[in-house]
């Protein structure tokens, strides 16, 4: 099983979004392998997204993702990383499949709901960056 890192946003939270986001993605078979929910730091959020810090949408990002709790998870399944980008659609909601996530739920591509690691060595750096080990079980 494979496993990847997904974050349900702050806009997502803030509308009481994690029940139904949770069943879109217990219903796709992905397992939750840990979670937790939490409000991140500037530092923290600036340190997680550091590939993006030379990206004009860097100091939005940063920003939008330390205005209120967010709910950080690992989540295990065949094929984790592309069957959860596939879960959550594309970056712009406008772009977005139907039936996706962030086309039933996101608000625009800066409020777009859920964060998910895009390869396996962002992956387990993501993880990493937020769980020990012991937090993890499959
Ligand atoms: P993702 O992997 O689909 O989340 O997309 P990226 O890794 O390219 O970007 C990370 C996050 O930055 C996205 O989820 C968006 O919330 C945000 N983002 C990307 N491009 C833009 C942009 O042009 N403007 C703003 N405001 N935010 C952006």
Same mark, same amino acid.
């Given at each position: 099983?494979?496993?990847?890192?997904?974050?349900?946003?702050?806009?997502?939270?803030?509308?009481?979004?994690?029940?139904?986001?949770?069943?879109?993605?217990?219903?796709?078979?992905?397992?939750?392998?840990?979670?937790?929910?939490?409000r991140l730091?500037?530092?923290?959020?600036? @340190?997680?997204?550091?590939?993006?810090?030379?990206?004009?949408?860097?100091?939005?990002?940063?920003?939008?993702?330390?205005?209120?709790?967010?709910?950080?998870?690992?989540?295990?399944? %065949?094929?984790?990383?592309?069957?959860?980008?596939?879960?959550?659609?594309?970056?712009?909601?406008?772009?977005? %499949?139907?039936?996706?996530?962030?086309?039933?739920?996101?608000?625009?591509? @800066?409020?777009?709901s859920?964060?998910?690691?895009?390869?396996?060595?962002?992956?387990?750096?993501?993880?990493?960056?937020?769980?020990?080990?012991?937090?993890?079980?499959?």
């Amino acid at each position: 099983m494979e496993k990847t890192l997904a974050i349900i946003k702050p806009d997502a939270v803030e509308r009481n979004l994690i029940g139904k986001i949770l069943d879109r993605i217990e219903s796709n078979e992905f397992r939750i392998a840990a979670m937790k929910r939490t409000r991140l730091t500037l530092p923290v959020v600036e @340190g997680f997204y550091n590939v993006h810090k030379d990206r004009h949408f860097f100091k939005d990002l940063t920003a939008s993702m330390c205005t209120g709790p967010v709910v950080l998870m690992v989540m295990a399944r %065949d094929n984790a990383i592309p069957e959860w980008r596939k879960l959550m659609g594309a970056t712009n909601p406008k772009d977005a %499949d139907a039936g996706t996530i962030r086309k039933d739920f996101a608000i625009d591509i @800066g409020k777009n709901s859920v964060h998910g690691s895009d390869s396996a060595e962002n992956a387990a750096f993501e993880i990493s960056y937020f769980f020990s080990q012991t937090e993890i079980q499959e």
